[in-house]
Nanobody, 124 residues
Framework: QVQVVESGGGLVQAGGSLRVSCAAS????????MGWFRQAPGKEREFVAA????????RYADSVKGRFTISRDNAKNTVYLQMNSLKPEDTAVYYC?????????????????WGQGTQVTVSS
């Protein structure tokens, strides 16, 4: 099993950048596919980005493509989400999730392990 903890959220102005991190425990982190999801107030949780176990396959939601970059460092058991050109509509709690299947998945049910989330607020 793996446990994940997000960090790096905060308040940023529109057009700014922020990087959130997801630190994972467990010796088998490198086998897990990792994903980022977000949930805005009053809305359902939605897929943001995913990266395969090797980092060789990456997937993004259309709403963040070209602005967000997901990456991972298996030596550090960490996944990152670099967010640039932030918009007020990016305001949400951002969740990290791990899938022992190793691929890139946009559906929540593919992920068995979730963090508590980190708040990202983009002011206009």
């Amino acid at each position: 099993q793996v446990q994940v903890v997000e960090s790096g959220g905060g308040l940023v102005q529109a057009g700014g950048s922020l990087r959130v991190s997801c630190a994972a425990s467990g010796r088998t982190f490198s086998r897990y596919g990792m994903g980022w999801f977000r949930q805005a107030p009053g809305k359902e949780r939605e897929f943001v980005a995913a990266i395969s176990w090797s980092g060789g396959t990456i997937r993004y939601a259309d709403s963040v493509k070209g602005r967000f970059t997901i990456s991972r460092d298996n030596a550090k058991n960490t996944v990152y989400l670099q967010m640039n050109s932030l918009k007020p509509e990016d305001t949400a709690v951002y969740y990290c999730a791990a899938s022992n299947a190793g691929g890139t998945y946009s559906q929540e049910y593919e992920y068995g392990f979730w963090g508590q989330g980190t708040q990202v607020t983009v002011s206009s």
